[in-house]
């Protein structure tokens, strides 16, 4: 079984902000490490256009039911690092195909 060890939040609308772009970026920053504060191992790279969580060992599932209900996140995706060889690349990505398909998340309106 695949084990994701981060999850990539999107920002989407933000990149619209004009001048205020940054301060709205920290504020979502801010409201993601609110709501994933019963997560205290995990940890947070923030980047122009997204954050990556590394979830340290954490289940992917509670956190992404967390995230869901914090305004201003466009879009999640689980992720899972490999190295940087092609063969296991191709070999990673046949099985993520293998185990994922199929599976879907129910996402809040």
Same mark, same amino acid.
Request: glycine share 4%; hydrophobic share 40%.
């Given at each position: 079984?695949i084990? $994701? &060890? =981060? @999850?990539? #939040?999107?920002?989407? +609308?933000?990149?619209?902000?004009g001048?205020?772009?940054?301060?709205?970026?920290?504020?979502?920053?801010?409201n993601?490490?609110?709501a994933?504060?019963?997560?205290?191992?995990?940890?947070?790279?923030?980047? $122009? &256009? =997204? @954050?990556? #969580?590394?979830l340290? +060992?954490?289940?992917?599932l509670p956190?992404?039911?967390r995230?869901?209900?914090?305004?201003?996140?466009?879009?999640?995706?689980?992720?899972?690092?490999?190295?940087?060889?092609?063969?296991?690349?191709?070999?990673?990505?046949?099985?993520?195909i293998k185990?994922?398909?199929?599976?879907?998340?129910?996402?809040?309106?």
């Amino acid at each position: 079984m695949i084990k $994701y &060890d =981060h @999850i990539m #939040i999107r920002y989407g +609308e933000l990149s619209t902000k004009g001048k205020n772009r940054k301060d709205f970026i920290r504020i979502l920053f801010q409201n993601v490490k609110a709501a994933l504060k019963d997560w205290p191992s995990l940890t947070y790279i923030m980047r $122009y &256009d =997204h @954050i990556y #969580i590394s979830l340290n +060992e954490v289940a992917h599932l509670p956190v992404i039911e967390r995230l869901q209900d914090v305004s201003g996140i466009y879009s999640l995706s689980l992720v899972y690092r490999c190295e940087k060889d092609i063969e296991v690349l191709k070999k990673s990505a046949l099985k993520l195909i293998k185990e994922e398909s199929g599976k879907t998340f129910k996402v809040k309106t």
